[in-house]
């Protein structure tokens, strides 16, 4: 079965200090990548996703992620964090099984940002 | 506006007693899904729905028996609480075969503390 690592359980940064979110998944197939926020108290939201093309993906509020098939890997990053940054962030796979596409989660980073 | 809502937003319960959570999507999807988030903020799923059929069914106790009476609601059902229920419950849905390339729209959730 496929997993999810993400090495970062909580992650502490200055406003305009840059960001790098590590995440790692185990699956020698077609995989589909996503990164979620979940500000708090709130529902989570897509930040961005990858299917096939180019690697480095954009996304929402300035954050990129770079998929390194070679290292399994799907590192979301931002070039200079803000206060309103702070929230849990959660790497996701999906990989086809059967006529279905199972989903599943990273354990998420706490990312806090001080002002 | 609410696209995904999920009721009751907070359910305290005993050990044993039996409780339903409800799932509302307005997105005019046809897959929705049950994960689970526990306290150490893994999120696993549970259940999910294409189009009123279950499609995906990880290991979870039968004691949870997700119902979908249309597109638009997909309910879970508990029965004979237990400790270990307590959790963050969060309801999905996407529009597509199960997902795949199609962004997970996330509700609330449902914080269940069983006592």
């Known amino acids: 079965a496929q997993s999810v690592s993400q090495h970062n359980h909580h992650v502490i940064l200055s406003e305009a200090a840059s960001l790098e979110l590590g995440c790692n998944y185990s699956?020698?197939?077609?995989?589909?990548l996503f990164w979620y926020v979940q500000y708090p108290g709130q529902h989570l939201q897509l930040l961005l996703k990858?299917?096939?093309?180019?690697?480095l993906v954009k996304g929402i509020k300035g954050f990129e992620a770079e998929f390194i098939k070679s290292k399994f890997s799907f590192n979301l990053r931002k070039p200079s964090v803000q206060w309103s940054d702070t929230a849990e962030y959660f790497c996701?796979?999906?990989?086809?099984?059967?006529?279905?596409?199972?989903?599943?989660f990273g354990r998420g980073t706490s990312l806090i940002v001080h002002p | 506006d609410t696209a995904v809502s999920q009721t009751p937003k907070y359910l305290v319960t005993q050990m044993g007693n039996d409780k339903s959570i409800k799932c509302e999507q307005n997105l005019g999807h046809d897959t929705m899904y049950w994960y689970k988030q526990d306290s150490k903020k893994f999120l696993k799923i549970m259940f999910s729905y294409n189009n009123k059929e279950l499609i995906i069914n990880e290991t979870v106790p039968n004691r949870f028996s997700p119902k979908s009476p249309d597109k638009a609601h997909l309910n879970l059902h508990i029965n004979s609480l237990e400790l270990g229920d307590s959790a963050v419950y969060f309801c999905?849905?996407?529009?597509?075969?199960?997902?795949?390339?199609?962004?997970?729209?996330f509700g609330p959730g449902t914080r269940l503390t069983v006592l």
């Open positions: 996701a796979v999906r990989v086809r099984a059967g006529g279905s596409y199972i989903p599943t």
């Open positions: 699956y020698g197939g077609t995989v589909n």
């Open positions: 990858y299917f096939s093309g180019d690697p």
């Open positions: 999905a849905s996407s529009q597509g075969l199960a997902g795949g390339h199609n962004e997970q729209f």
